[in-house]
């Protein structure tokens, strides 16, 4: 089979005609299927499903007698800090035990860099004429959401496959407007590359020209394997200590994707001094968390292999999702030459890069067919892919059965938009 590239017009005008027969198919049976976010499935969570009956009536104190049914514990129970100081890759008293949401977490920390200022600056941002922040892409829309509602500038930096083009991230941040980078350095959101040692070195040693910068770093996927890989992440707290920059690095975490999504805890890590500025903003607005649930967690994972073995049993769930998307792509794709996806070892995404310009046309056509994807241009700041080429594509929620029929259908549309584009006399 040739590459479209190379088909002649009246081959590609002959496909076209198959694929329309085969879309107007699809429509008929009247899909109704979701990859728009990447959501644990139910039986995903119903490996969690014994938390709920913990800690128990009687069984609510924690190790150090304290009553975890009462206020207080800003910084989480030690216990929690002790259990994920391995996962942070922090010492237990320079982490902070929140609720549910890693995300409710950061948008703190920019709140009070806007409004009272970060350790090593001179002003709170909101002072500032102008705050932008870098975002690697293709990134994490709700990074670029959260950021954009508070007026920071987004600023796109292209990822390499090992994090970040640091030749442009040192360039951009001689100018004292750029106070910080969003990373997920771990099977980055949706690229699924680890960032390389190097990445982490240059971060560290990154010369700045706001003394405030910050490295807001979401490892929101450090124990989401899908293979038997381990990939070697730099710890970002060491480099930058190691630099001299120890305030730099801010460390988030969650549990969302490990036991309950709407009912796990999240972390941040830092500096000492990065902990006590936290800790003093965040005492203003609550006067503890919710240390049952953290109680809860404890006894339920008991140790990192307890983690490690629960998580485990998510890859023997989601990993056969994933490779039946490479497989459809593969399958239905390859042959064709103009698309290319990611093969991820871990994270809960794949990437797929379509024809340029059919990104947008592809999410309608599925759309059309009773397919929900997430929509182009998601994957960039303010939701503009220049290329309008990069989908992110969400195995995790639908069931395998589910998977399958979806990925078809994506690489159906993606090659239908691909036809529709060079008969226009495009691509």
Not at 212 to 218: G, V
Request: aromatic letters at 6%; proline letters at 6%.
């Amino acid at each position: 089979m040739s590459s479209l590239a190379h088909m002649s017009a009246e081959a590609i005008s002959a496909l076209h005609r198959d694929l329309t027969r085969e879309y107007e198919a699809l429509k008929d049976r009247k899909l109704s299927l979701d990859m728009t976010r990447g959501k644990p499935a139910p039986e995903q969570l119903d490996l969690a499903s014994g938390m709920l009956a913990l800690p128990g009536n009687r069984d609510h104190l924690t190790e150090s007698g304290e009553d975890a049914r009462n206020y207080g514990g800003l910084q989480g129970l030690a216990e929690v800090r002790n259990l994920f100081a391995p996962v942070l890759g922090a010492p237990a008293a320079q982490i902070v035990v929140g609720n549910n949401s890693s995300l409710a977490m950061m948008h703190d920390v920019l709140v009070y860099a806007l409004l009272r200022g970060l350790p090593g600056g001179s002003r709170p941002w909101s002072k500032e004429e102008e705050v932008s922040i870098l975002c690697p892409v293709p990134g994490y829309d709700r990074h670029f959401a959260l950021a954009e509602s508070f007026g920071i500038k987004l600023i796109p930096v292209q990822l390499t496959g090992e994090g970040p083009d640091m030749d442009e991230v040192e360039r951009l941040v001689a100018d004292a407007r750029v106070k910080a980078i969003w990373c997920v350095p771990q099977y980055s959101n949706p690229s699924g590359e680890t960032y390389g040692g190097d990445t982490v070195e240059r971060l560290a040693r990154l010369k700045t020209a706001a003394s405030d910068f910050r490295i807001l770093w979401d490892n929101a996927y450090a124990l989401h394997h899908l293979s038997d890989e381990r990939p070697h992440l730099r710890n970002i707290l060491d480099a930058c200590t190691e630099a001299g920059h120890p305030d730099r690095p801010i460390v988030f975490a969650s549990t969302s994707k490990v036991t309950l999504a709407g009912a796990g805890l999240a972390f941040l890590a830092g500096s000492p001094a990065t902990v006590r500025w936290y800790l003093d903003s965040v005492g203003k607005r609550t006067i503890g968390p919710d240390k049952l649930n953290q109680l809860r967690h404890v006894r339920f994972l008991k140790d990192y292999k307890g983690i490690s073995d629960h998580m485990e049993k998510h890859r023997a769930l989601i990993a056969p999702k994933f490779a039946a998307v490479e497989a459809a792509f593969e399958g239905r794709l390859e042959p064709y030459g103009f698309a290319s996806w990611t093969k991820p070892a871990g994270g809960y995404f794949i990437i797929l890069d379509v024809l340029p310009g059919t990104a947008g046309r592809v999410v309608t056509l599925a759309k059309a067919a009773g397919l929900a994807l997430t929509p182009a241009g998601s994957t960039h700041p303010y939701g503009k892919d220049p290329l309008d080429r990069t989908l992110r594509i969400a195995p995790t929620y639908p069931s395998l059965a589910e998977v399958r029929q979806a990925a078809e259908a994506v690489a159906l549309c993606t090659l239908l938009a691909a036809c529709e584009k060079r008969i226009a006399g495009e691509g």
